[in-house]
């Protein structure tokens, strides 16, 4: 998050280094010295730059208050100046520190810049000390100017700008596990995108159903899809399906890519997975229930049909108007057996499964 050789002219890095700092509520900081920088048109003797991580950004937010309160005060320009008094040399008369008030740095970064000039044995430079916040992040930095050349607040603006891209960068919602699609890649089957997993705390997700060619390239994003479901149609035969889900907080967004799907296959009538069951005492008298038993394709209707077979099950016919889940045996049955009939309809068809036989009724 701090900045690199590149953003100087190809400064060369003097001291770098992890470091706790007890005074802020930081879990950890980074700071990196350059020497000899040119930062656009202005030379820099020097520029340090660095991050510190608060514990939220309610608590950064109080410190970079607290601190642009502090380096405003009449208090702290006169201690400074007492300071670079000290620790000048008495024979180096005519030597001067001037501190100017803080400036907002615009640009939408929530941030101040400090400017000081000093003079000693002829020669004037100028110092910036600038703070700036991105959410939970603090950030610092302080542009020396050459000797005789002035540092214009349009320098360490810059710098900070890149410091705070790259500081959002760090915040923003980082996937860790792409979105997975679950169900069937068949035109009226319904799929489902799960959120995949993520860095950040992400506040919401977006999401963006795509149609891809066979071989899951040349992927394009499909109107109107974009809900966390997506219900496959005719249009969608003979391509693959991906989704993108797009995390967002309050620094930034990041996008998961699902892996397509398996070719959409054309709609088909429903098919049978599991039989239909048959349950009850097989004695005149007693009700036999029936279930529908397990299909795909989504079936929108059922139908029933008992009906009664020979002792070997080999041939069977329709009991007249037995066309409920329910069956109670009768007279007309004894030496026959039972069995259930289940028609399952969707929009393309229809598909009958059969029960197994019930014993031979007594």
């Not at 660095?50 to 208050?65: C, F, N, P, Q, V």
């Amino acid at each position: 998050m701090v900045l690199v050789s590149s953003d100087l002219g190809g400064a060369r890095v003097t001291a770098q280094g992890y470091y706790k700092d007890d005074d802020f509520p930081s879990v950890i900081s980074y700071s990196r010295e350059f020497d000899e920088g040119v930062a656009g048109s202005t030379d820099l003797l020097a520029a340090l730059s660095d991050a510190e991580i608060g514990t939220s950004a309610a608590s950064t937010a109080r410190y970079l208050k607290s601190t642009r309160e502090l380096v405003g005060s009449k208090l702290f320009r006169e201690l400074l100046r007492e300071a670079f008094a000290e620790e000048l040399d008495e024979e180096l008369e005519g030597s001067s520190l001037f501190v100017g008030r803080p400036r907002n740095l615009g640009g939408g970064l929530d941030g101040f810049d400090l400017s000081m000039s000093f003079r000693a044995l002829g020669t004037k430079a100028e110092l910036h000390m600038t703070f700036f916040r991105v959410e939970r992040v603090l950030g610092g930095l302080m542009t020396i100017g050459a000797p005789g050349e002035r540092v214009r607040l349009a320098v360490p603006r810059r710098l900070v700008s890149v410091m705070a891209g790259r500081m959002r960068a760090e915040l923003a919602p980082v996937v860790t596990r792409v979105p997975v699609i679950s169900g069937t890649a068949q035109e009226g089957q319904t799929l489902t995108a799960s959120k995949g997993a993520w860095l950040h705390k992400p506040t919401s997700y977006a999401y963006q159903w795509q149609r891809c060619n066979a071989a899951g390239e040349a992927c394009a994003p499909i109107a109107a899809a974009t809900a966390a479901t997506y219900t496959a149609t005719a249009v969608d035969v003979g391509s693959t399906i991906r989704v993108a889900v797009t995390a967002r907080n309050s620094v930034g967004s990041a996008t998961g890519v699902s892996a397509q799907t398996a070719v959409v296959i054309a709609a088909a009538p429903p098919v049978n997975t599991a039989p239909p069951a048959i349950t009850g005492l097989v004695q005149q008298g007693q009700t036999l229930t029936g279930s529908a038993g397990a299909w795909t394709g989504n079936p929108t209707s059922f139908t029933y049909q008992w009906q009664r077979c020979d002792a070997a099950a080999a041939s069977c016919a329709n009991v007249a108007n037995a066309i409920g889940q329910t069956y109670v045996l009768g007279a007309g049955d004894a030496g026959f057996r039972v069995r259930l009939a289940v028609t399952a309809t969707n929009a393309v068809g229809a598909t009958t499964a059969y029960s197994a036989a019930t014993d031979v009724v007594p």
